[in-house]
């Protein structure tokens, strides 16, 4: 399997832009994780879904956040609009329910709003 | 809430040194604890995964504990090399697919 793939790796864009982020997770994983990776605050949870159905999305921080997972192999985080302060590495993982529940992680999307 | 804490948050060592990386956590209902490197500008990798229920988890150079009663695990690298140099992550998680939660990281750095 190739891994947890997120496009694109690198995105700049200006503020006020809508800007999508995208995920394919492992092939069979039912879970998947949003996180944003700060030096200031390190990896935080932004939402979950288990099974396509979001779960919690008390990590997202504003209604200018959002993120679906329209089928077992996709999802997509979107800020609309994009503020300088959304620059950071934007991660995805995924993982299976029922076994040990490790989770692997995706390359990562480095955001820069500008 | 679960709160994970690192400790150091940056360590230097000669090359071929042995090595403890400090985590704890506030919340000692877990279901696992997972091990984890970052390169720079890269993504994790996972290490290494200790169940509840389990002690200890060895891959290679590399041994992690859990002690859950007291809400800490230890990552040992045996004979440390450069190219060990990365941030090593601790995260726990409560329950079967509940989300990880993360350690700020401690920055290891092997001189050769």
């Known amino acids: 399997d190739a891994g947890v793939i997120q496009s694109p790796r690198h995105e700049v864009t200006e503020m006020g832009q809508e800007v999508t982020l995208r995920c394919k997770p492992i092939s069979g994983h039912n879970s998947l994780f949003w996180y944003r990776q700060t030096m200031m605050r390190g990896l935080e949870l932004l939402i979950y879904f288990n099974n396509n159905v979001p779960i919690d999305d008390s990590g997202m921080p504003e209604d200018r956040f959002s993120a679906k997972m329209p089928n077992a192999s996709f999802s997509t985080l979107k800020i609309q609009p994009s503020e300088p302060r959304d620059s950071a590495v934007y991660f995805c993982?995924?993982?299976?329910?029922?076994?040990?529940?490790?989770?692997?992680f995706g390359q990562g999307t480095r955001l820069t709003v500008v | 809430k679960q709160e994970v804490t690192q400790i150091p948050a940056a360590l230097s060592v000669p090359e071929g040194e042995n090595l403890v990386l400090n985590c704890s956590f506030t919340d000692s209902a877990i279901y696992n604890l997972q091990w984890f490197r970052q390169d720079p500008g890269k993504g994790l990798t996972s290490l290494l995964l200790i169940q509840s229920s389990q002690r200890e988890q060895t891959s290679g150079r590399l041994n992690a504990s859990l002690d859950k009663s007291s809400g800490r695990s230890t990552l040992y690298i045996a004979a440390s090399q450069p190219g060990d140099s990365a941030t090593y992550l601790c995260a726990v998680t409560g329950s079967g697919n509940t989300p990880l939660v993360f350690g700020k990281g401690t920055r290891l750095s092997v001189i050769a």
């Open positions: 993982a995924s993982s299976f329910q029922g076994r040990a529940t490790e989770a692997f």
